[in-house]
């Protein structure tokens, strides 16, 4: 099989992988330069880079690649360690690079009001692939989003039905109306998504929450719900509001590891009805969607 060829099937079915590439070889190894080996997310390769135990730890340091999305180069003494001595090598050197293999992001919209409209232009620039959903066709368009990948102007029951985000896929839910907002939300929690937003107020929030709750949806479900959504900046007009919601949505792709200003009630489970100053933003922002 041609390992490009798979690559870009792995992406095209929503799915993670690594490529493991010679890049530096001093002495004889089992192999050629710039040998290359594709480890998808189920374990599988394609290719090689000569077998034996070298090839074992690259696989395992594949695996961890894909999962941490962030590539390493591996480098084997073939002449000092004893454990590469199976009559596999010939002794040398080598130095692995290994890479992440990512599907797409997927960004899928709910709404197609002000907040939606900068969303979508900010995140794509940003690279995520935005799908729009909105059950008014004289929102949902080409004229209004440009940038979008696909648009559905569809009522939202049938364009939850037609849509299925896998575990690569953000989800932002910045509909015109509470009721929206709400089965949106209970149809995404039980969806693969990495990450779902929803904007609003805090007491919207905690009332969404807790109605979702009476009706038997578990918890735990919630754990990747950000909301009120965006990033704490300080956020008022729909333009800032998209900057702080396109920003968490970077943060969450790239694993930021520095702790981050969520506005969560989700995230941080806090009891109470206050409402701070930057979810009032977005409550005003969402009744004007």
């Known amino acids: 099989m041609d390992i490009y060829e798979q690559i870009v099937q792995l992406r095209r079915e929503g799915r993670r992988g690594a490529v493991a590439t010679i890049v530096n070889v001093r002495g004889s190894i089992p192999s050629f330069r710039t040998a290359k080996m594709l480890v998808r997310d189920d374990g599988s390769i394609v290719g090689t880079i000569g077998g034996g135990c070298v090839e074992a730890d690259v696989w395992q340091a594949a695996r961890e690649v894909m999962e941490l999305e962030k590539p390493r180069t591996l480098s084997f003494d073939l002449n000092q360690d004893p ?152 956020a008022v007009t729909p333009e800032e509001i998209a900057v702080a919601i396109t920003a968490e949505l970077i943060a969450i792709r790239r694993h930021a590891e520095t702790e981050l200003p969520h506005m969560s009630w989700f995230l941080r489970n806090e009891a109470g009805n206050g409402v701070d100053e930057t979810s009032k933003a977005q409550s005003c922002c969402d009744e004007k969607e």
């Open 83 to 234: 454990k590469y001595d199976t009559g596999l090598v010939c002794g040398g050197t080598l130095e692995v690079f290994v890479e992440p293999i990512l599907p797409p992001a997927l960004l899928y919209l709910f709404g197609a009001g002000h907040v939606a409209i900068n969303v979508c232009h900010i995140a794509a620039q940003a690279g995520f692939d935005v799908i729009v959903a909105d059950d008014r066709t004289s929102y949902a368009s080409k004229e209004r989003f440009p940038a979008a990948r696909e648009i559905h102007a569809l009522d939202f029951d049938e364009a939850m039905r037609k849509l299925d985000p896998n575990e690569s896929s953000f989800i932002v839910i910045v509909t015109r109306g509470h009721r929206d907002d709400m089965r949106i939300l209970r149809w995404a929690v039980q969806t693969r998504a990495r990450y779902i937003g929803m904007i609003g107020s805090k007491r919207k929030v905690i009332g969404i929450f807790k109605t979702l709750q009476q009706e038997g949806i578990p918890p735990h479900l919630f754990d990747r719900v950000h909301a009120p959504i965006g990033l704490n900046i300080g």
